[in-house]
């Protein structure tokens, strides 16, 4: 009978099928590959175990010598983080006094305030002299923007309120910072001859604003109160009246700011306030240093 679709005829013969010779070679060395490194490793691990690698360190033996150096290090190494930071507390607390005091003074110096005609001048609205308004002097000092106010009111606070004594003539000027660009000037009819010098004197109390006013407020800060220096700060503007600007000692002996400075010199007011306690200037970080090379 014919065969049916898709059937074979039963196999007469037999034959053995082997697998792939390449295979079963690269599988033994991938075992051997991955097992090597492993036992590689068990053999590390169980060498530094059998050599105490993984043991706790003894502990660190000092001799008692060397304990007290150490100590003794500390102490001094403590010692000098206590200096540092008193030193680091002291430069800072004069910076920021420094800083107020720089920004105080150039406050006032900015200043535009001009005053308001209260009393006339009893001896007129010009200096006696070649230099009437005193411009030419002011100019040559660098005060520009500076006027002098013929005034003799309240605000005039060297002549307002003197005066009245018989056979007495007065003459009076005053510089306030309230108005940093302004000499107040009065005198009475008769006291010409005075009025130069007072003038001087008063434009040399600008001249302190401009260079010594950051001085003065360290001085502030330091708890000098000015009333206790106010002779030597008027004394200052005399005697640069005289050292530098060639007016005579016997223009202001008989003054209430008598030039009492012998061999006076420039930045003696700041010298003398700092004579008192007053720091001075901006602080110098160096100055400062417990050691050569450390900084606050």
Known sequence: M?????????PTGSFDVEPPR??????????????????????AAGYLWYTGAFSEPEPLRLSFAEVDLIDAELAERADLADQLATARADYRSQLSDWDQALQW??????????????????????????????RAFLDSIGATDVTVFFEAGPENCGYSGTGGEENYL????????????????????????????IFVHEAMHWFQSEHYAEASYLASFAGIDFAS???????????????????????????????????????WIADYLASLGAHRGAPVAAEFEPLETSRP
Request: net charge negative; hydrophobic share 35%.
């Open 170 to 197: 007065y003459a009076g000027g005053c510089f306030s910072t309230a108005y940093p660009n302004t000499l107040f000037m009065a005198w009475d009819d008769g006291a010409d001859d005075m009025v130069w010098s």
């Open 105 to 134: 003074a150039e406050t006032d110096r900015a200043g535009t305030a001009q005053p308001a005609a209260a009393v006339s001048n009893p001896g007129g609205g010009a200096m006696p002299g070649g230099d009437p308004t005193g």
């Open 22 to 43: 390449r295979k079963r070679r690269l599988g033994v060395i991938l075992s051997l590959s991955l097992g090597l490194p492993i036992l590689l490793a068990g053999g």
């Open 229 to 267: 220096y106010t002779p030597q700060w008027e004394a200052d503007a005399s005697c640069r009246a005289v050292y530098v600007h060639g007016m005579t000692l016997d223009d202001y002996v008989d003054s209430s700011s008598p030039c009492t400075v012998d061999g006076w010199y420039e930045g």
């Open 2 to 10: 014919p065969a049916l679709p898709f059937e074979f005829p039963e």
